[in-house]
């Protein structure tokens, strides 16, 4: 596989994971803003820009999966905290039951020798 | 490098902002340059040369990278929620909003039991029978609260009133309604106590239904008349077509995001 090729799947597939990883970062507790993008955008190949996280902040928002209260903060701006709903739990239960099945299955997959393999010589 | 460099950095990226975010709906777009706007004062606040440093601003805006990128983000998502919402076989209407989509789902016997309560529930079981549909009706979740407070308004009774109405008229139709009924009256002779011959004439006592001739009194029956069912039915027609919806927000959201 090209190398652009490779960052172009991990593109793909981190576009679809990225919200459910928004929803696991508020199971425990709300998160502003910044701090969401901050810590995701710490972690290892999770975003290319900071500034594409805020749409997918908004759409969980629209679907119902978080819900936003802004609070005044005494070191700068007004901040928009985010809180998981119900629905965001079940959504995000949903997603890691989807996930294990799926990354199970590939993980057995890329293990498992092939078979008849085209480059054996007998 | 001052402060108004640095400001002048941070305009330039949100005018280029403003500039990538034309082709995103009004809401949308006013919604994302001021959430970039409030990290990027908050990326500042929060790092020691943010303010005054302009390599430190720099690597900011480096950070939330391309603005093109931003909007094609806003752009998919827009996108995605269009068409979560999109369901092909239930009856198409406006949308309401980027949100909204069009219809979908449809009445289902839920919302089809609430029409039919609300109709002639109150007729059947008067007054209890049209309560079991408002109650109906606020609890299906296919309609948006401006259709259930249209639901509940426009017809409180449903058919119940013009039925009322329509049997009461219907006896009060074997009476003859505002004649004007005369008692009384004539002429009395009499003769005084010196003899002449008087003539007392007695005016006729008359009542009658008020002053309203029968012709007028029968338009404006039929056109309250009119009123009265083709509201309740109208609303129907309305409720049954705007089924479908859950209102925005709320939950219902594909279960793996479409990926773009």
Redesign the interface.
Known sequence: MVAGEAGNLVA?MR??VL?YCVLAMLQDKERY??EL?QTL?GMDGMV?????I???L??L?????VETTWQESA??????YYRITL?GR??LA??AS?WRRFSGTVDDLLASPGEGRADETA | MNLSDNDQLVADYLGRLDQAARALPAD?RA??IE??A??I???R??DPGGLSEPLAVRNILE?????Q??V???A??AF??AA?DYRPAGPRHTGTGP?GGDGRGGAGPLEICAVLFLLVGGVVIPVLGWIAGVVLLWVSPRWQTRDKLIGTLVWPGGLLAPAAVLIAGGAAALIPASETVCTGGGSEAGITTSGQRIVHHFPPTCTGTGGMPAWLGITILVILMALAIGGPVYTAIRLLRRAGHAP??????P???I??
Not at chain 2, 248 to 253: D, R, Y
């Open positions: 793909q576009r679809g919200p803003g910044f993008v955008s290319t820009g900071e500034g594409t805020y749409p997918l908004a759409r928002r629209r679907q119902g999966r070191a700068g701006p007004p901040r928009r629905a079940e959504a949903e997603f989807s | 949308r919604e994302l959430e970039i409030l990290h004062a908050e990326a606040a929060a950070r939330l990278g391309d603005p990128d931003i094609r983000a806003a998919e998502a995605a929620d979560a949100a925005a927000g709320q939950a219902a959201g279960a793996v995001p990926p773009a």
